[in-house]
C-alpha cells in the first residue's frame, strides 16, 4: 500500500525557514515533487525531483526553495528559506510510478508578515 506523509509545515514569521519532509512507502518512486494550493486557486508545482536527481523549480521559488531526497530512506524533502507571506499555502507532496500519481495529505504553511 502506497503511502505518503508529509511533515514539518507551521507558522513562521517572513524571512524564516521551514523544512518540509515527506516519507514514502509502499514503492520506489521516480519522480518526486511538491506543490502547493491554496483557496480557490489550482495546485501548483513547487519543485520536483527526478529518480536520478534532477531537479525543477517554480520561477516564484528559485534561489529560495531547495529540493532534495534521500533514497535510502525514500523521502524528499524541501528546504524553504527566505519565507514570504505569499508562499502561505497548503503543500503537498507528490510521487509518480510508471503512469500513476500519488499524493499526501498536506501540510499547511503559515508566513505571517
Known amino acids: 500500500q502506497v503511502q505518503l506523509v508529509e511533515s514539518g509545515g507551521g507558522l513562521v514569521q517572513a524571512g524564516g525557514s521551514l523544512r518540509l519532509s515527506c516519507a514514502a512507502s509502499?514503492?520506489?518512486?521516480?519522480?518526486m515533487g511538491w506543490y502547493r494550493q491554496t483557496p480557490g486557486k489550482q495546485r501548483e508545482m513547487v519543485a520536483r525531483i527526478s529518480s536520478v536527481g534532477n531537479t525543477m523549480y517554480a520561477d516564484f521559488v528559485k534561489g529560495r526553495f531547495t529540493i532534495s531526497r534521500d533514497t535510502a530512506k525514500n523521502t524528499v524533502y524541501l528546504q524553504m528559506n527566505s519565507l514570504k507571506p505569499e508562499d502561505t499555502a497548503d503543500y503537498y507532496c507528490?510521487?509518480?510510478?510508471?503512469?500513476?500519481?500519488?499524493w499526501g495529505q498536506g501540510t499547511q504553511v503559515t508566513v505571517s508578515s
Open positions: 509502499g514503492s520506489s518512486f521516480g519522480t
Open positions: 507528490r510521487a509518480d510510478l510508471l503512469a500513476r500519481t500519488y
